[in-house]
């Protein structure tokens, strides 16, 4: 399946009862999550499946730019969540707590594998075979809880081992895959320090995006995964030099080469990617 998505950076989630954050949502971020999941409290889950049918019969739904994040697989509530995604006829979903292949092939639509238990991590490469797999993230918290854990992180904000460990597998699930790859969340929001270093190591690493909690987030993320203009330039002056011939070449004294050319294309995808949004770019 593996519909095209090719999305900027800042990815948001948005609780689905909250329909009244939908547009603000999609105003600020590339990609919105709308959230049937831990974002909606137990007795709320169905007037969050309520909420979602009317954006879609109102016609306020996005189907380029939002991202459905449903139930996990042995929730009470997946069914109820299929049988919804069915109905409305939706392109994707992330699917909660991802942990066997087949509960992704079950899926009617694309899938964006969320791999946030110690199953999970352990089947990263399974989770990424199944052609509707479009994209992997990872979860620290949810995965510490399934571990027995009490914290994703040390008192400096940093990650733990075992986190590090999980957000390195899925990654390397995800590219080995082809898969866009995404960062875990950063739950500190007054953290922007925090977050842009985050940021600044997921970019370098080959992670595709970073997903949000609140919008104050977005500008943080599309910012640090933003090149430089002086990577622009670089790039730009990389391939005016060596034009279609992409064999070894020597370029301001340096040797370039096929690796060399793949992270000046990444610089020119990702300005692209990057640029401030129109009210045109977003049609």
């Keep these: 399946m593996r519909e095209p998505l090719l999305p900027g950076p800042a990815w948001l989630f948005c609780p689905a009862d909250r329909p009244d954050r939908y547009p603000k949502a999609l105003a600020a971020a590339d990609v919105v999550i709308l959230d049937l999941e831990d974002a909606v409290a137990p007795d709320k889950k169905g007037m969050a499946r309520d909420a979602l049918r009317g954006l879609v019969e109102d016609r306020a739904f996005d189907r380029d730019r939002t991202v459905v994040r449903i139930n996990a697989a042995d929730s009470a509530e997946h069914v109820a969540d299929l049988q919804l995604i069915d109905a409305l006829s939706l392109p994707r979903v992330m699917l909660a707590k991802s942990e066997n ?11 964006v594998a969320l791999v946030e238990t110690a199953r999970g991590v352990e089947h990263a490469g399974a989770l990424a075979e199944p ?13 510490l809880a399934s571990m027995g854990g009490t914290g994703s992180r040390f008192p400096d904000g940093s ?36 977050l842009q270093s985050e940021c600044a190591d997921a970019v370098a690493s080959g992670f ?44 301001e004294g340096r040797m370039v080469d096929g690796p060399i050319y793949k992270q000046a294309e990444r610089v020119l995808r990702l300005a692209e990617l990057t640029r401030a949004p129109t009210k045109e770019s977003r049609r």
Excluded at 133 to 141: E, S
Aim: charged share 25%.
């Design 159 to 194: 990650y733990r081992d075992v986190a590090r460990f999980a957000r390195v597998r899925v990654l390397t699930a995800a590219k080995a895959a082809g898969l866009l790859a995404l960062d875990a969340v950063h739950m500190d929001i007054p953290d922007t320090a925090g």
């Design 101 to 111: 292949a087949d509960d992704i092939r079950a899926l009617s639509c694309d899938v």
């Design 131 to 143: 052609d509707n797999t479009i994209a992997m993230m990872w979860g620290a918290d949810d995965l």
């Design 208 to 251: 595709d995006g970073t997903v949000a909690i609140h919008p104050g987030q977005v500008a943080v993320i599309r910012s640090t995964y933003a090149p430089t203009d002086e990577q622009i330039d670089w790039a730009t002056r990389l391939f005016a030099h060596v034009g279609d011939d992409r064999g070894v070449a020597t370029f």
